[in-house]
């Protein structure tokens, strides 16, 4: 069946730190991947996404790459601030053939950047 | 401004009381989905809809029910069959069921036991 795996949180980093959250996935075909962020109290915003393979998707100095050989879609950032402090969720939509819209998610991790 | 709305934002429910949680969009999209979020579990899928009047079942339907009478709204319903309701509830839509397209969010309710 399709899953996703994450890193297990908290992460702890201080500000101007490089961030890596870990992603794999298991999955037929090829799904297109997600990543959103939840900061307190509200519900999920897009982060970055891609659709296909080796496609790198990126936004707010946030970037992530489509692995399709190591089944991966880790999220990277350069330089953390105490704003990205939040919950990160990866997600996948099944292919076509078999898709309702639904999404599959990994738990979430747990980012705490501190000054 | 298009949007997805999600009241109330905080409800409590009594002891075998049946609640009802509601989900307006006016984004003009088919499908509408209900998740519920656990701490360190992610979400998980209660019920969706790809059209008015048809709804499926998700992951975990059990002691819930919900009804897509118009296509802007989706309410869902924890009854007293659900035993463990507390949880932070969030709906979202997507146009069609493009597969390549994300998911848009409302800003969820969080439910609890009085």
């Known amino acids: 069946g399709n899953s996703v795996t994450q890193m297990e949180g908290p992460v702890t980093l201080s500000e101007e730190a490089f961030l890596t959250i870990n992603c794999t996935y298991t999955?037929?075909?090829?799904?297109?991947l997600f990543w959103y962020v939840q900061y307190p109290g509200e519900g999920l915003q897009l982060l970055l996404k891609?659709?296909?393979?080796?496609d790198k998707g990126s936004n707010k100095g946030f970037e992530a790459t489509y692995r399709k050989e190591t089944t991966s879609f880790h999220l990277e950032k350069g330089s953390v601030q105490v704003s990205d402090s939040a919950v990160y969720f990866c997600?996948?939509?099944?292919?076509?053939?078999?898709?309702?819209?639904?999404?599959?998610f990994g738990q979430g991790t747990t980012l705490q950047v501190k000054p | 401004d298009g949007g997805i709305t999600q009241s109330p934002k905080y409800l409590f429910r009594k002891e075998g009381q049946n609640v009802t949680l509601s989900c307006e969009q006016n984004?003009?999209?088919?499908?509408m989905y209900w998740y519920r979020q656990d701490p360190g579990q992610g979400l998980r899928l209660i019920y969706y809809?790809?059209?008015?009047?048809?709804?499926q079942k998700g992951d975990i339907a059990e002691g819930y029910s919900v009804s897509r009478e118009k296509k802007e709204s989706f309410p869902l319903t924890v009854t007293s069959a659900q035993k463990n309701p507390t949880a932070f509830y969030l709906c979202?839509?997507?146009?069609?069921?493009?597969?390549?397209?994300?998911?848009?969010f409302g800003d969820g309710t969080r439910l609890s036991i009085l």
């Open positions: 997600a996948l939509s099944p292919v076509p053939s078999s898709n309702t819209g639904k999404l599959i």
């Open positions: 999955a037929t075909g090829y799904p297109s």
């Open positions: 891609a659709t296909k393979a080796d």
């Open positions: 984004l003009n999209h088919d499908a």
């Open positions: 809809s790809q059209i008015v009047n048809d709804f």
């Open positions: 979202a839509t997507l146009p069609g069921w493009a597969t390549n397209q994300p998911q848009h």
